[in-house]
Structures are given as structure tokens and as C-alpha cells.
């Protein structure tokens, strides 16, 4: 079977505390456990969050950020400002006046947007619209097998997928991508099904383009996708 997508995963120097920011913004809820740094979604279509103790700087901006949804003018105000009071911040990431979404970063300086009101293409997908990445149209194209999301825009090397259930969609952007610098501060987890082959599902990423880099911690296979970026494989449990 299949792997899911269990998490998106933060690098984070403060864990807890940018735990706390996102549950605040999102309003979803901390996970129970002293061992998983984590936040909940709302509903079982959703991710979760977790925030990995890592002591790596940022350096640059990261290759992917969420795209926040909003239902009106005033609740994207209200989302910014109760980002804004959790300790994010104004940035500029060379945005134009005349575009309606806002550019912010958490108290880590990841970047994230809140999209203004009436936005089609994030239509239904939840409170995060989007995981907005930098990567190829290969890159798409590897992760909608390896997940089996179907595409859901394919043009002009742009690519996006989104789960058979709804929910928050993942873009690429296409050309030009920018040079990796470093670590990425934002990464994929998958979980295998516990009836699952584990092996058999490392292989089969392994044959779509994956690359095999190691073993981390708590029983994961490290890998990279196609475009080099950093994502785990859960064994089963």
C-alpha cells in the first residue's frame, strides 16, 4: 500500500515555542505526548505538524511556505493580526502593492502568506489553502505517484496535487528554481500502513526517483526527491 503523508515537518531552534505559534494562527490543537512536538488537524483529510529540535540557522528563504485561506477581507485581517501578535512579522519578499495576499514569517522567519478573499484555485482546501514549493515539474510529477494525489494543475511547467479526499493542495512553481542553500527547514513525512511491505514501499520510491541518504531516528528511512529535497519514510508500527 501507499504511503501518507503523515507530516510537514519544521526544523525549528524552539520547537515548543513554534508549536505554539502555529496552533494559534491555525487554531488546531497541541498533540499529547512529552516526545511529539506536534499540532493536530481538525479533521482526518489533514496532516499534521511537527516542529523537529534543529540547530541550523535559516539561510535564505525556504523552498516551500504555506498559503494561508481566508473567507473574507476581514478575516484575512484578523488572521494577520493574530499572527502578527503571536510574534510573526511584516516581510517583504518582493510582492507587489497591488497583490492582495500578505507576506509573513513566523518568530523562526519562515515564510508564509495569507491569500485575500476569493481565491478559486484554494477553494475548499481548509485553512492551509496550500503548501506553496519551489521545485521542477518533475518534482510534481514524483510526488502524485508516490503519494497517488492526483494532479490537479499541470501547465506551463507548474504542477500541484491534492489527497482523492480534498484538503490542502501541493504546488510547484516550475522554472526558475532557486539553488538549495543548506538544509531545508520544511520536509515531508510519509507513514507506511501497518500491513504495509515497508521495503517494498522504500523500493518503489526508490524506482520513482527517490534517493536513499540514511537512517534517522525512531525506525525512518532518509531520502530525497527528485529536485534534492530532504523527506523521511515512517516504519510501520
Not at 498559503?67 to 499572527?83: F, G, N
Not at 522567519?109 to 475548499?124: Q, S, T, Y
Not at 543548506?182 to 507513514?191: P, V
Not at 527517490?210 to 528511512?221: M, P, S, W
Request: one cysteine or more.
Amino acid at each position: 500500500m501507499t504511503s501518507q503523508l503523515f507530516a510537514i515537518c519544521f526544523n525549528a531552534i524552539r520547537p515548543s515555542d513554534l508549536a505554539r505559534f502555529w496552533a494559534g494562527v491555525l487554531g488546531w490543537e497541541m498533540a499529547d505526548g512529552p516526545d511529539d512536538v506536534a499540532i493536530l488537524p481538525p479533521d482526518p483529510v489533514g496532516f499534521r505538524v511537527r516542529f523537529l529540535p534543529s540547530l541550523e540557522p535559516k539561510v535564505g528563504q525556504n523552498r516551500a511556505h504555506f498559503d494561508l485561506t481566508s473567507i473574507s477581507p476581514e478575516h484575512q485581517q484578523q488572521t494577520v493580526a493574530r499572527a502578527l501578535s503571536l510574534g510573526g512579522k511584516h516581510i517583504d519578499v518582493g510582492q507587489l502593492p497591488e497583490e492582495g495576499h500578505v507576506v509573513l514569517a513566523d518568530p523562526e522567519g519562515n515564510e508564509f502568506c495569507v491569500i485575500e478573499a476569493g481565491n478559486k484555485f484554494l477553494a475548499d482546501t481548509g485553512v492551509i489553502g496550500a503548501l506553496a514549493c519551489d521545485g521542477t515539474q518533475e518534482v510534481g510529477y514524483f510526488w502524485s505517484k508516490a503519494l497517488r494525489w492526483p494532479l490537479v494543475w499541470d501547465q506551463d511547467q507548474e504542477t500541484a496535487i491534492q489527497s482523492p479526499g480534498g484538503g490542502t493542495k501541493i504546488t510547484w512553481g516550475g522554472p526558475p528554481v532557486a539553488p538549495k542553500t543548506g538544509t531545508n527547514r520544511l520536509c515531508f513525512e510519509l507513514a507506511t500502513p501497518v500491513d504495509a511491505d515497508w521495503e517494498t514501499e522504500v523500493d518503489r520510491l526508490l524506482s520513482l526517483g527517490a534517493t536513499r541518504t540514511g537512517n534517522g531516528d525512531d525506525g525512518q528511512v532518509l531520502m530525497f526527491d527528485p529536485d534534492g529535497n530532504e523527506f523521511s519514510v515512517r516504519s510501520p508500527r
